[in-house]
């Protein structure tokens, strides 16, 4: 009876909050959309609405490929696209914070290869296993809604963060790299054919980070500069199809891997049994054999796997966008955020066969610096200077137009065919290799190899610890890392390895400070 009052408590506290987040949010609601024709808003929307959409299609793009291959093409680009725009165009309506982008992520494709592989062991149906594992992940998502567990993730420290995010880079090099192997080994693939697909996914790779190098070189002038860094990948896109398509034919390149993009609004997948493209609704009770009733109640278990990546991917995202120097004027509202994830987001993507969306962080974080008007100040002492937040243009309108033109762009499929799949590898690399910037778990790795500490950078995490514990703590950061990454790629144990993820909470709570000075911890997990 006791247990049961505390948690008949626990999820009344949850519905008082979730009652008051929306309280909280909807005093700004008419202003979220009048505020972005302010006169000195309209013209940062109009530019953040059109770099943007290029800075979402791209990744989408490139992770509709990635799915394709993972799922053996019963999820594609139509599908990612779709969940992007959807999602997008929902949460733009009703999400406690606005300025995060709904997109394709490195943890859902975590979770789509661990289901997937998980249904080959067990020769069940991947799109129903799906389904039912995306009905349970809705309800699981609203019970820790109730049971006020958003306010956890004040438990999630830097040590976690950085272990999270270098899994989800490491995951996008690894799926890349993947792809250039299978390409290489395909017996039915030309040389010609497999060299090409190596120097245009490193053209590239070196263009887009030649793009990104700009902004910061004396070339051009500030305004041009800023530009082609904001639309670099997509100029990179456009540019190597031209010169792909152009000089092919020359090579004598004619097998070639193009996006598979349907030229009409259809599904990826052929259905085995009709030959057809399947319906939009995914038949629960299986296609080509009746999906057992034992294997419902068996996706509960990869369900909380996806559950907590998703959660870790929802709140995290959030938390970075909401930081107290983003001088944001509307407060956030975590629990209405979680709750429309749980109730509107994924029952429908699960009931459509769709990649779960969630915010993507640095889609979201690009966006929130779109918006965000900074001048440049000299520092107190005169030596140097700093950027300070002078406005913030807090609307919704930005994120309803990006994601309604990501769902026109549903119609570009007889377009999008002719870009070379070599090209989406390569944005992928991209992307993956440049989430690396900014993560010091990354920046401690690359100061190991360097053995003079008079060239170490004036990292204060770098220069005001112990270099030994310094070492044990980014090697075990590191070792964990590689370890749930090599989890993930083994389909007969990549079920527990979102459940390793989540017990890096209790590991840096409890264990990690009997290891480690709490000097060395305040300075490494600040």
């Known amino acids: 009876a006791l247990a049961f009052g505390s948690i008949y408590e626990t999820v009344t506290k949850g519905q008082i909050d979730i009652m008051e987040t929306i309280k909280r949010r909807s005093r700004y609601y008419r202003t979220d959309w009048t505020d972005a024709f302010l006169p000195e808003n309209l013209s940062i929307v109009i530019s953040t609405i059109l770099f943007m959409l290029f800075a979402c299609l791209a990744p ?12 053996k093409g019963q999820i594609g680009i139509m ?63 609203v019970i820790y809604t109730l049971l006020h567990a958003c306010s956890l993730i004040s438990k999630v420290t830097r040590f976690t963060e ?47 980070v030649k793009f990104r190098e700009l902004r910061t070189s004396d070339w051009l002038n500030a305004s041009l500069r800023k530009q082609l860094s904001n639309y670099g990948v997509s100029i990179t896109i456009i540019s190597l199809t031209i010169l792909s398509s152009l000089l ?81 004027k509307k407060l956030p509202a975590y629990h209405l955020s979680n709750m429309v994830v749980g109730l509107v987001l994924y029952p429908f993507c699960a009931i459509l066969g769709l990649p779960a969306g969630h915010p993507a962080t640095v889609r979201s974080l690009a966006h929130v610096m779109a918006v965000t008007s900074t001048v440049t100040v000299p520092l107190p002492d005169g030596k140097g200077t700093t950027v300070r937040v002078i406005g913030v243009a807090e609307q919704r309108v930005t994120h309803l137009a990006i994601h309604i033109l990501i769902l026109i762009c549903l119609t570009a499929g007889s377009v999008l065919r002719y870009v070379p799949q070599p090209i989406i590898i390569g944005v992928f690399l991209y992307l993956g290799i440049a989430s690396i910037r900014g993560n010091q778990m990354f920046d401690r790795l690359f100061v190991l190899f360097t053995f003079e500490r008079e060239r170490w950078p004036s990292y204060y995490y770098v220069q005001d610890v112990d270099r030994r514990e310094m070492t044990r703590f980014t090697l075990l950061q590191a070792g964990i890392v590689c370890t749930l990454v090599a ?40």
Not at 98 to 118: K, N, V
């Open 487 to 526: 989890i993930s790629r083994v389909s007969q144990i990549a079920i527990v390895f979102p459940f390793l993820m989540a017990t890096m909470v209790p590991v840096r709570l409890y264990l990690i400070p009997k290891f480690f000075s709490k000097e060395a911890i305040d300075v490494l997990d600040r």
């Open 79 to 141: 599908e990612t696209l779709l969940a992007t725009g959807v999602c997008g165009v929902i949460n733009a309506f009703v999400s406690g914070q606005p300025l995060t982008i709904q997109g394709p992520t490195g943890p859902e494709l975590a979770y789509l290869s661990m289901l997937i592989g998980l249904c080959g062991s067990l020769n069940l149906e991947f799109m129903p296993a799906k389904f039912w594992a995306g009905m349970w992940q809705s309800l699981y998502c």
């Open 248 to 328: 092919t034919p020359v090579l004598g390149v004619f097998d070639l891997r193009y996006l598979n993009v349907p030229t009409i609004i259809q599904p990826t997948w052929v259905d085995p049994t009709t030959g057809t493209a399947r319906a939009w609704v995914i038949k629960a009770a299986g296609y080509e054999r009746p999906f057992p009733a034992w294997g419902i109640f068996l996706m509960l278990l990869p369900a909380i796997g996806g559950c907590l990546l998703g959660y870790l991917d929802q709140n995290l995202t959030e938390v970075l966008v909401n930081r107290k120097d983003r001088m944001f």
């Open 162 to 208: 950085e272990i999270f995010s270098a899994m989800i880079t490491m995951i996008e090099i690894v799926a890349a790299g993947t792809n250039i192997v299978n390409v290489f080994i395909n017996p039915t693939v030309s040389i010609g054919a497999k060299l090409w697909t190596l120097i245009i996914v490193s053209l590239t790779y070196v263009m887009s």
């Open 60 to 71: 989408a793009l490139a992770f509709g490929s990635i799915y394709e291959t993972v799922t």
